[in-house]
C-alpha cells in the first residue's frame, strides 16, 4: 500500500551492516518520519496529560561501534530530555512497531512509582487491554501480551520496579512490520492517538 506511514525500506535499514552506514540510512529514510510524530502529536499529548509535551526524536550519539538495533521518538514533559521522566515512545525495532508508556530504569523516583502502580494493581490490571503488551526493558524487542499475564505477574513487575536499581516497565502496543506496512497513515495515527488515550491513566497515576 502506497499510502503506508512506515515502508518496507524503513524496517530495512536495521539490516544494513556498520554503525555509520546504518546511521546515514537512518537519519535520511526514518529520522524524518519520528520528527513528524513528534510534531503531530506533542499537542495531543500535552492536552491529554495536562503538562507541555517535548517531542525527543534519538539521536544515538553514544554510539561508536554497534549499529542501533531500534529508533524513536519520545515525549516528556521537559524540554531537554525524556530518560528521566515517565514518557511515551513511537518507534520501531525490524520486526514492529512500538507505541509506549514508559519507566525505564534512569527515571528518577522510580521506586516511587513503582509503588504508586503496585497499590493501584486491581485498577491496572482491569484496565489495560488484553492486546496491549508488558516489557521490562526497553533495549529488548521482547513482550508479553496483557492477557498472558496473572495478577501475581503484574505484581513481581511492580515490585521489581521498587527494587531493582535496573529494572524498568513499559505498557503499550506493539504492530508487527508487515501489518504496518500495510496500514494507512490514517489508521496508523488512529491506532497511536487509541494507544496513547489507552495508557493516560497510567501516565497520570504516576505523574
Keep these: 500500500m502506497t499510502n503506508s506511514f512506515f ?5 530495512n535499514v536495521f539490516q544494513i551492516d556498520g554503525l555509520e552506514a546504518r546511521m546515514e540510512a537512518l537519519k535520511t529514510t526514518i529520522r524524518p518520519k519520528l520528527e513528524e510524530l513528534g510534531r503531530h502529536f ?3 499529548l500535552s492536552s491529554l496529560t495536562g503538562n507541555e509535551m517535548y517531542a525527543h526524536v534519538a539521536r544515538h550519539a ?8 531500534d529508533t524513536w521518538v519520545s515525549f516528556a514533559s521537559n524540554p531537554r530530555g525524556y530518560k528521566m521522566l515517565p514518557h511515551f515512545q513511537i518507534g520501531l525495532w525490524g520486526s514492529h512497531v512500538f507505541i ?3 519507566i525505564i530504569y534512569e527515571v528518577t523516583n522510580k ?3 513503582g509503588k504508586k502502580l503496585h497499590s493501584n494493581l486491581n485498577r491496572v490490571y482491569k484496565q489495560i487491554p488484553n492486546e496491549f503488551d508488558w516489557s521490562i526493558d526497553h533495549m529488548k524487542p521482547d513482550a508479553v501480551k496483557h492477557d498472558k499475564l496473572s495478577k501475581n505477574d503484574l505484581s513481581s513487575m511492580f ?10 516497565i513499559l505498557c503499550g502496543y506493539q504492530i508487527p512490520r508487515e501489518e504496518a506496512i500495510n496500514m494507512s497513515k490514517q489508521d496508523f495515527y ?5 494507544v496513547f488515550k489507552t ?3 497510567l501516565y497520570k497515576l504516576v505523574y
Excluded at 190 to 194: A, V
Aim: glycine share 0%; hydrophobic share 30%.
Design 159 to 168: 515490585l521489581r520496579l521498587q527494587d531493582v536499581k535496573k529494572a524498568e
Design 190 to 194: 488512529e491506532k497511536i492517538d487509541y
Design 42 to 44: 506533542s499537542p495531543s
Design 111 to 113: 521506586s516511587d512509582y
Design 199 to 201: 495508557l493516560i491513566p
Design 7 to 11: 515502508t518496507e525500506n524503513d524496517f
Design 100 to 102: 509506549w508508556f514508559a
Design 62 to 69: 553514544r554510539r561508536t561501534i554497534n549499529p542501533p538495533k
